[in-house]
Structures are given as C-alpha cells and as structure tokens.
C-alpha cells in the first residue's frame, strides 16, 4: 500500500498552474518532495492534508481522499506548515495544552519533546515573542501529538540553527524506525542527505523524476557539475539539467 498516490493532479490558482498534472506514489518510509522556491512543493503539501481543494485530477492519503474527508485524514496525520502562526497572546504551554486535550494525548509527552527541541526557556512565554525557529520548534512539537501515522512537513528546517535542525532530523530518524513515514518539502538538500528513502522532483509544478533514492543515483550521478558539491547536490543538479531544459524553454 501506498501512503499518498496522486494521478494526473492539478491545482490552479486563477490563470496560475501551481501543479500541472502530479502523479506520484510514495512508499513508506521517508519521502522528500525536492525543488526550488515556487516549484509547487507547499501546494501539493496542502492537498494532501486537506487545506486545499484540487481542481482535478486524483489523491488519497492513506486510503482517504484528504479534501472529503478531511477529519479522518487529520486524525492520522501530523502536519508542519512552512511559516507557522499562533495566536501571539497565548504560550507555547497553552497552544501544547489545547491541542493535546482536543486529541487525547498526553501533555506531558508534548512537554518532554519541547524540551529536547530547546524550548523549555520559552514556553511559558507568548509566542508573539518567539523567533521564527521557536515557532518552527513548537509548531514541529505540535505535528507530533496524537503520535500520527503520517507527517507531512514543509520546509521544516528553513527557520532553525544548527542544534535545531540536528536535533529535529533526529526525531524523525526515531519515529520512522517506530513505523511513521514521513513526507518532506524542502530546497535544503544538505539537510536531507542521509534521511531519505525516495523523492521526488518537481519544477514549475511537474515532476521530473521520482524513485528510491539509490535507483535515482544510479541515474543521474554520472552528471559531472563544476561546482564542488555533495551527493543529494549532484543528483539534483543531474535532474535539472536533464529533465527541466525543456519546461525553461516553455
């Protein structure tokens, strides 16, 4: 079983395509969606949690069409958006507070993970003070309640130093082991290198390839860029200079 199958998937705002024509089936495990700013990453990322309705074509989540039936998906679901927002007079405890009561989960677990993304200094503070890396922080603590089958992050380590992302990448390192699979927007590709099991490309909202990360290396590495770059680096530069020439030229 697939976790996310997606055919012929479009999504327009206006005049605009944001997706043109996604059709992708993501395996368990965890599966980074890779492009640039704009590509179309968020849009697709919104879809599959039910925060945006699809103008055509098809996608299940876990078996569920994610827009009809939004409750079941978000009860299996963990979701972390790319620039989260809180109401700025509450503390991050009372956001912690609030959204595991409302899905039986205990605040303490919650409590313990905010503690090991470093926000125990903050979280009795409003969160109209909080950095964009502590509301990132909690907003990473807040996809984990209710210990979801499936988490859906967007750019999740745009906003975070150094510790922050360490620690974050490592948490989901855990929580695939335990059997959560785990879908990842990102143009951060140095972050991901040695997290993911497949990707996708996607630019100008079509994607360009998709597949087990070794499959896809086997491909694409021999792409020889004058740039000193990583592994991930190359095998993105590969994909873009053999599959997107032709939509630049569109």
Avoid at 2 to 19: F, H, N, R, T
Avoid at 82 to 93: N, Q
């Amino acid at each position: 079983m697939y976790i996310i199958e997606s055919e012929d998937l479009v999504k327009k705002y206006g005049k605009v395509v944001a997706l043109d024509n996604v059709t992708l089936k993501i395996k368990r495990g965890i599966f980074g969606l890779l492009g640039p700013n704009g590509a179309g990453k968020t849009s697709f990322m919104r879809i599959i949690v039910g925060l945006s309705k699809k103008t055509s074509g098809r996608v299940e989540v876990l078996g569920m069409d994610p827009w009809k039936e939004g409750e079941k998906v978000r009860r299996k679901v963990g979701f972390m958006p790319e620039k989260p927002a809180f109401p700025p007079h509450l503390t991050g405890r009372r956001i912690l507070e609030l959204i595991t009561r409302l899905r039986g989960y205990e605040l303490s677990k919650s409590l313990e993970l905010a503690d090991v993304l470093g926000l125990r200094r903050r979280i009795d503070s409003p969160i109209g003070g909080y950095s964009a890396g502590m509301r990132s922080r909690l907003a990473f603590c807040i996809s984990l309640v209710g210990d979801p089958d499936l988490l859906v992050l967007d750019e999740p380590v745009a906003n975070l130093d150094p510790l922050g992302r360490i620690r974050l990448l490592s948490i989901l390192r855990e929580r695939s082991k335990d059997g959560c699979s785990v879908v990842i927007a990102t143009h951060s590709l140095r972050d991901v290198e040695d997290l993911l099991d497949s990707a996708a490309f996607i630019h100008r909202g079509r994607i360009l390839d998709s597949g087990d990360i070794g499959d896809l290396m086997r491909r694409y590495m021999g792409y020889q860029p004058e740039e000193k770059v990583t592994d991930i680096e190359r095998l993105y530069m590969g994909v873009m200079h053999e599959k997107a020439h032709d939509l630049d030229e569109i």
